[in-house]
């Protein structure tokens, strides 16, 4: 057990965020005004905004929730960085504020606030990290639903430790926030790099609610290049599943191969031309994808040999 009140920071990726921002703010004041009532986390805690970029008026709504109340402070980076890196960016503010505990949450409040208390009950229990994890997925398409669980089983099938049903909800402590700040790859994919900090760490359960306003800002494409980072983040078993099947592409080669020989010994060479036809597609097929698959990896090597910032911020609000 813990005996000091911890300094909490709420961390908020934002991006083009001004239809949800006046209702969710309202939420987290309330949310933190009851912690510090009841106790719970220290009157200084603060909720931190990150605008990734927004071309709309996020950052001046966030402007004007600081000037009105100082619960509210936030950081406006220089140019869209994504998702995972304005998250990254915020955490990395909280810990430099000197916050004992960072919640990070999505803008739209799909994830139940309600919980927080929860985790940091877990916290002052002794867990250094607290998941948020989706006890029902209700509230997505079954497209959605289905293609979400097969991607939690791929990825833990390709040794990356993913938290089942669990996205970027998540309670993280300072000290965790330390080791975190240590890994300096380029490539972020904080569902999988969280959990392999590996301190102790909790759970706390919830329905995912309805958007709130505005439109989803992880539409497909986006959904399928986050799955992507993942799996190349943190996973080289592409390259060896494309191995294996070049391995399998070769048998067909000699099995086609033999076959051809057969015909051409019975006088129907003719019949071979749809195999032969096959095998070529086939084979360039797989030489393509297997390039692909290394050219990933390669361009990933790439962008981490140039060492460039993560992000850069363009105004920070005190």
Known sequence: MRDNIPLLCIVVPCYNEEEVLPQSSNI???TVQDLVSKGKVSSDSRIIFVDDGSRDSTWSIISSLHESNRVFTGIKLAHNEGHQRALYAGLMDALDRGCDISVSIDADLQDDVSVIEEMVDKYVAGAEIVYGVRN????DTGFKRNTAQAYYRLM??????VVYNSADFRLMSSRTLKALAQYR???LFLRGMVPSLGFKSDEVYYARKERMAGESKYPLSKMLALAAEGITSFSIEPMHVMTTVG?????VALIML???IVS??????VAGWGSLMVSIWLVGGLVITSLGVTGEYVGKAYLETKQRPRYIVDVELD
């Open 156 to 161: 833990n099938k390709l040794g990356a430790e």
């Open 28 to 30: 987290l004041a309330s």
């Open 185 to 187: 790859e380029a490539n």
């Open 258 to 260: 033999i076959y051809t």
């Open 247 to 251: 391995v399998v592409a070769l048998f």
């Open 136 to 139: 029902n997925r209700d509230t």
């Open 264 to 269: 051409c010994a019975t006088g129907n060479a």
